[in-house]
Structures are given as structure tokens and as C-alpha cells.
């Protein structure tokens, strides 16, 4: 088979997002034939047919959602190696850590602070994202280090240390029928209506940050299941309720994997530390490799 180029990769990838090639031609900036000719060369490359027709657009093949999801990895890869090597040339070390906001467990304030006091830290910046792209950002090289919530966020490709284990609430609005126990089960959410976020199925809007999900529950248009340490971040119009048989939630700090970084390495050091002297009961061991 001939080597597959970036260019055509990225094409499919909007293509395979919009199902539809003219809306991808536009989100492109291109004109629609030389797209699917471009598409066309791609599936001669591979030999096999990624695309078919349904209806106005087009969906993928059980080939083209194999290439979908590698050639994600393979743009996030050439994306990383450009941020990463700018990064390199930098007078002085930084490391960036990528989080959504009130999603740490209270933990990071402490941990900047440990690891600042250690001999010639490097500058951390905290990248405040919106939900679900952590992941994103740690593989594209725009951060360093991220903040994941397992199993909801991908961790497939980073090296992780745990840091903190919660339950889940669900978080309603006043006058919900729900809003007055003092816990539930999950099947006393049936019916209800959940947020959608990148590949997060449901049957609600979709979400692209905190803020918005906080409006959209205070305005009657959703609920949502989150960590239990998110409670101390809600809106007082706002009401939270254990959800008994909720499965963990696993805070973990993540990484590329084999980072010969020893910057990144003082710095998961100085998480671990910290998340044990923190909250040592609420900690369970995990395997993982480690960056020094």
C-alpha cells in the first residue's frame, strides 16, 4: 500500500465529521470536486471503500471508522511534534497542565504550590479547558500533563497516576422532582434528559464548557451526573444528589507516554505526594509507568 499523506487524512477526518462533503468543502475552504477526488485517491491508497452513500451525505464504512480513529491519532502526533519542539527551544522549562475548571478535587492549588517551593521548578501554566478536551490537548502537544476523569475521558496512549477517587451526584435544578432526596439510584433517572459532548452520547444539548452545562441544568434543559467534589463548584440555583449506585469516578493525572522529561517527572512526583497527604483514605493503589 502507498503511504498515506496528512493532507489526505485531514480531508477525510472533516469528512468523515461533517458526512457530508460539501459542508466539509466549506469548512475546509475548498471546492467540492477536488475534495472528492482527493478522497476518491485516498480510498485507492488503502483499497478499499471508506465512505457510502445515505441519503443527502455520506457515512462511514466499517473500514473508513478504522481510518477515522487512526488517522486522529496520526494528525494529534504531527500536531504534538510541532508544539512540542517550539516548546523545546524555550529559554526556561514549562510545563502546561490541561483541566477543566472546578475537576481537580481541590487538589491543584496545593500541588503548584509543592512543586514551585522544589530547586529550579519549571513555569507550569494551567490550561482551563472546556469538557471533554483535556485528552485532546495532551495528544495534539498543547499540554504537557492533564487532569482526566476515568472511565469517562480516554486515557489510551498517556502514562497516569491516580490522584483521587470520588462518587458520583447528579446535579438537578431547583424544583426537580428529584431535587429534595437526600440520595438516588440511577434508575430513578430514567427518562431524564443528559447532555452530549464530543463522543458522549445523549439526549440533551450539547455541551462545550462547565458554564454552559451549570445554564442549561438552572434553565430545566438537562441534568447531569458529575463528581461529587463538584458539588463545592455549583451555582446556588443549583441542587446536588448522591447517586448511590454510581460507579467511581477516578481522578488521574496523565502524560504522554515514555516522557523522558525530568521537569514533567519532579512535577507527577509532586502530585502524588500531595494527593496522598491530602485525602490518603480515599486513594487506592495503581500501576502505572512512570516518567523517572
Avoid at 53 to 76: F, N
Avoid at 95 to 113: C, F, Q, S, T, Y
Avoid at 143 to 155: F, G, K, Q, S
Avoid at 180 to 202: A, K, M, N
Amino acid at each position: 500500500m502507498e503511504r498515506l499523506e496528512t493532507r489526505e487524512l485531514a480531508y477525510f477526518v472533516v469528512v468523515a465529521e461533517e458526512q457530508h462533503v460539501g459542508r466539509a468543502a466549506e469548512r475546509l475552504g475548498m471546492a467540492q470536486p477536488p475534495l472528492s477526488r482527493a478522497i476518491s485517491k485516498l480510498e485507492r491508497r488503502v483499497g478499499v471503500p471508506l465512505l457510502e452513500r445515505a441519503g443527502r451525505g455520506v457515512r462511514l464504512t466499517a473500514a473508513g471508522k478504522v481510518l477515522m480513529h487512526e488517522a486522529r491519532k496520526v494528525l494529534d502526533a504531527a500536531a504534538a511534534a510541532g508544539h512540542r519542539t517550539r516548546r523545546a527551544a524555550e529559554a526556561r522549562p514549562r510545563l502546561v497542565l490541561a483541566m477543566k475548571a472546578g475537576a481537580d478535587a481541590g487538589l491543584v492549588p496545593e500541588i503548584l504550590r509543592r512543586y514551585r517551593e522544589q530547586p529550579a521548578p519549571a513555569t507550569v501554566d494551567v490550561h482551563v479547558c472546556g469538557v471533554a478536551e483535556q485528552a485532546t490537548l495532551l495528544r495534539t502537544g498543547e499540554a504537557d500533563m492533564a487532569l482526566l476523569h476515568l472511565p469517562h475521558d480516554d486515557a489510551s496512549g498517556f502514562d497516569t497516576e491516580l490522584l483521587h477517587v470520588d462518587g458520583q451526584i447528579a446535579v438537578l435544578p431547583q424544583g426537580h422532582r428529584l431535587a429534595g432526596r437526600r440520595s438516588i439510584r440511577l434508575d430513578d433517572l430514567s427518562g431524564e434528559t443528559l447532555p452530549r459532548w464530543r463522543d458522549v452520547p445523549g439526549t440533551g444539548p450539547v455541551v462545550r464548557d462547565g458554564s454552559q452545562l451549570m445554564q442549561l441544568i438552572a434553565l430545566g434543559e438537562t441534568i447531569a451526573l458529575l463528581p461529587a467534589a463538584s458539588e463545592a463548584y455549583l451555582r446556588r440555583d443549583l441542587v446536588a444528589v448522591p447517586v448511590e449506585d454510581a460507579g467511581p469516578i477516578s481522578l488521574v493525572l496523565a502524560w504522554p507516554e515514555r516522557s523522558r522529561s525530568t521537569a514533567l517527572a519532579a512535577f507527577v512526583r509532586t502530585a502524588v505526594a500531595t494527593a496522598r497527604s491530602a485525602r490518603p483514605g480515599e486513594l487506592r493503589p495503581t500501576r502505572t509507568r512512570r516518567t523517572a
